[in-house]
């Protein structure tokens, strides 16, 4: 098969599968779990530092160097645009002028759905500073257009709420999503189980952002390469093209040559 | 003079810089990010940036998250 790379911000990649780093027992299964799911692009987080405690206890970006990973910063835990864009210039600053963020700016605490209002305007500030956005939204087709054409680099829609574990619950939202979209469309957030990657990317999905599928599983070093393989799967069966649903059968042997 | 460092109250002499917080703090050599006043201060900066009574200072890093 000839290279299936994913392009986001001009860089090429060989995984679809996109994980984060949070919710692991250590930083030891962290690294394992991370390697596994054979992710190149790996979301942090940005919080207060542990100023003065823990000194000898490894950084996050020991195990998991920014050499070696694309880091993806996010803006988890942002209500208002404003703390969205403090965080994605801390985190520039943090990483060397690195330009590739998540943005997500949510909207309620149960839910962690996006506020799509504060989420368009973040996203205008940040493109215009320079920043390469891949922005977290609700599977709107019209609002996921809308961060495509402010210039966002990936539109990146939910399949069902942050960690619900529900799957994709509105596949011909996404559908129409990918159909629209002159940028990759990643599903980030929602997944369960392997074969939810499956579906997601049978329908089109260009890749999945995922963390708590993986690092929430009873054996979560097991899981992230199960998710490794639906991701792979579920391309393939996308670019193979997958048989038309029919509610006849359809012999599989030839009728010619029968002899009974 | 009080400063505010994540969230804790510090006293630092008067006309510290964000070097010498750097400094204080032992924090020389490791990977973070500060803002002052929710205003982001760039490494290039930490030398001529003076702190003030009252100042709230963020430092931040990278740790786990989705």
């Given at each position: 098969?000839?290279?299936?790379?994913?392009?986001?911000?001009?860089k090429?990649?060989?995984?679809?599968?996109?994980?984060?780093?949070?919710?692991y027992?250590?930083?030891e299964?962290?690294?394992?779990?991370?390697?596994?799911?054979?992710?190149?692009?790996?979301?942090?987080?940005?919080?207060r530092?542990?100023?003065?405690q823990?000194a000898?206890?490894?950084n996050?970006?020991?195990?998991?160097?920014?050499?070696?990973?694309t880091?993806?910063?996010?803006?988890?835990?942002?209500?208002?645009?404003?703390?969205?864009?403090?965080?994605?210039?801390?985190?520039?600053e943090?990483l060397?002028?690195?330009?590739?963020?998540?943005?997500e700016?949510?909207?309620?605490?149960?839910?962690?759905?996006?506020?799509?209002?504060?989420?368009?305007?973040?996203a205008?500030?940040?493109?215009?500073?320079?920043?390469?956005v891949?922005?977290?939204?609700n599977?709107?087709?019209?609002?996921?257009?809308?961060?495509e054409?402010?210039?966002?680099?990936?539109?990146?829609p939910?399949?069902?709420?942050?960690?619900?574990g529900?799957?994709?619950?509105n596949?011909?939202?996404?559908?129409?999503?990918i159909?629209?979209?002159?940028?990759?469309?990643?599903?980030?957030?929602g997944v369960?189980?392997?074969?939810?990657?499956?579906?997601?990317?049978?329908?089109?999905?260009?890749?999945?952002?995922?963390?708590?599928?993986?690092?929430?599983?009873q054996?979560?070093?097991?899981?992230a390469?199960?998710?490794k393989n639906?991701?792979?799967?579920g391309?393939?069966?996308?670019?193979?093209?997958?048989?038309?649903?029919?509610?006849y059968?359809?012999?599989?042997?030839?009728?010619?040559?029968?002899?009974v | 003079?009080?400063?505010?460092?994540?969230g804790?109250?510090?006293?630092?002499?008067?006309?510290?810089?964000?070097?010498?917080?750097?400094?204080?703090?032992?924090?020389d050599?490791k990977?973070?990010?500060?803002?002052?006043?929710?205003?982001?201060?760039?490494?290039?900066?930490?030398?001529t940036?003076?702190?003030?009574?009252?100042?709230?200072?963020?430092?931040?890093?990278?740790?786990?998250?989705?």
């Amino acid at each position: 098969m000839k290279k299936d790379s994913l392009i986001i911000a001009g860089k090429e990649y060989q995984s679809r599968l996109l994980t984060g780093t949070g919710k692991y027992t250590d930083m030891e299964q962290t690294q394992q779990a991370t390697e596994a799911s054979g992710a190149e692009i790996i979301t942090i987080a940005i919080r207060r530092s542990n100023i003065g405690q823990h000194a000898d206890e490894p950084n996050l970006l020991d195990i998991l160097p920014p050499e070696k990973y694309t880091l993806l910063p996010n803006t988890a835990g942002c209500y208002t645009l404003e703390d969205a864009v403090r965080t994605c210039r801390l985190a520039r600053e943090l990483l060397d002028g690195h330009k590739l963020v998540k943005l997500e700016v949510l909207g309620n605490e149960k839910t962690l759905f996006p506020d799509v209002i504060e989420t368009l305007k973040a996203a205008e500030i940040l493109v215009k500073d320079n920043f390469d956005v891949m922005v977290y939204t609700n599977d709107d087709p019209i609002i996921a257009k809308q961060l495509e054409e402010i210039g966002c680099v990936a539109v990146m829609p939910l399949a069902a709420p942050i960690g619900s574990g529900l799957g994709i619950r509105n596949p011909y939202n996404i559908l129409e999503i990918i159909e629209n979209a002159n940028v990759p469309i990643l599903v980030d957030a929602g997944v369960g189980t392997a074969s939810d990657a499956a579906i997601a990317m049978e329908l089109g999905c260009d890749g999945i952002l995922m963390n708590t599928a993986i690092a929430n599983a009873q054996n979560p070093v097991l899981m992230a390469t199960a998710m490794k393989n639906a991701v792979l799967a579920g391309r393939q069966a996308f670019l193979a093209g997958r048989i038309p649903r029919k509610r006849y059968a359809s012999a599989s042997s030839p009728i010619d040559g029968s002899f009974v | 003079m009080d400063i505010i460092v994540n969230g804790k109250t510090n006293t630092v002499q008067p006309n510290t810089s964000v070097a010498d917080l750097i400094t204080i703090l032992a924090l020389d050599g490791k990977r973070f990010a500060i803002e002052i006043n929710k205003e982001l201060v760039l490494r290039s900066s930490f030398d001529t940036t003076h702190l003030h009574a009252g100042d709230k200072i963020e430092i931040v890093g990278a740790i786990g998250g989705g």
